[in-house]
Structures are given as C-alpha cells and as structure tokens.
C-alpha cells in the first residue's frame, strides 16, 4: 500500500534572505535536514491557510502569501511520495520562535541556499534558481 502526503512549504523573505530550518533529531522524517518551514495540510484546509498555520507553529512568523513558487515531489520510501507547493512568502521580522520540530534556523542569501537546503529540496531550487532570484529582487525594491 502506498502512502502520499501533499505539503505546503515557505519561501520566505525578510531583509534580503531566506528562511531554512534544520529538522530536530527527535523528527523521524528527515531528522537534521534544513528545509523551508511549513508541513502537511489538513483534510478541508485551504494550502494557504494550512501553510499561514505551520509557519507560525514552526517559526512563530505571521506571513504574507505572494505566489506559487513551484510544486515537487521526492520518494521518503519506496511506498510513501511527498507532493511538495512551495510558495514565495514575505514577512517583516526575522525573530524566530522555533517549535521543538525544529533544532535551528538560519537565514541565508539567495546564491547560498542550494549548497544549505536537504537534498530533498535541491532539485526544486535548483530548477527554480531565476524564478527564486527574481522574488528576492522584487522584494528589494
């Protein structure tokens, strides 16, 4: 039998870079791989609204939705598959309230986030390199 999970993730922007999380040990699903913020969506939610409440569970951020950023997917397990949206969001405090889902956070620069984001991640950032440049200078302006 198997298993598929659909999450939403954060892109999210403050004074010129990006939020990641680094998984606790204790999370048996992905322990200490840094992600973007955010998790699964419940039955009868919206992936905005679901993606509004992890963020703050997580990080204690509200966020401003702006777009979609991408959408991925990666095997777990060869029965459970991950449907990943990653949206571009925006916040205006970098002060972080971690939950203890996670262990760490660190905000990092555009060019720098491929070589600290889990290989889960990477293909996605990678293939949306420009879209994720172009958010940030948009943002800048």
């Keep these: 039998m198997s298993n598929i999970i659909t999450a939403v993730k954060g892109i999210i922007y403050c004074k010129g870079r ?9 999370d048996t699903s992905g ?15 919206s992936p905005e609204n679901a993606l509004k ?23 777990t397990s060869p029965v459970k598959q991950v449907i990943i949206i990653c ?25 720098k986030l491929e070589e600290n984001i889990c290989d889960n991640f990477k293909s996605g950032v990678n293939l949306n390199r420009n879209k994720i440049r172009e958010f940030c200078n948009y943002c800048e302006k």
């Design 87 to 111: 949206y571009f969001c925006i916040t205006d405090t970098d002060c972080i309230e971690l939950s203890a889902e996670h262990c760490d956070y660190k905000w990092v620069l555009t060019d």
């Design 53 to 75: 409440r992890e963020v703050y569970e997580e990080t204690g951020l509200d966020v401003r939705i702006c777009d979609i950023a991408y959408a991925d997917t990666f095997m």
């Design 18 to 26: 990006l939020l990641i999380v680094k998984r606790s040990e204790e």
């Design 31 to 45: 322990s200490g791989d840094w992600e973007f913020p955010g998790g699964k969506i419940d039955f009868g939610e």
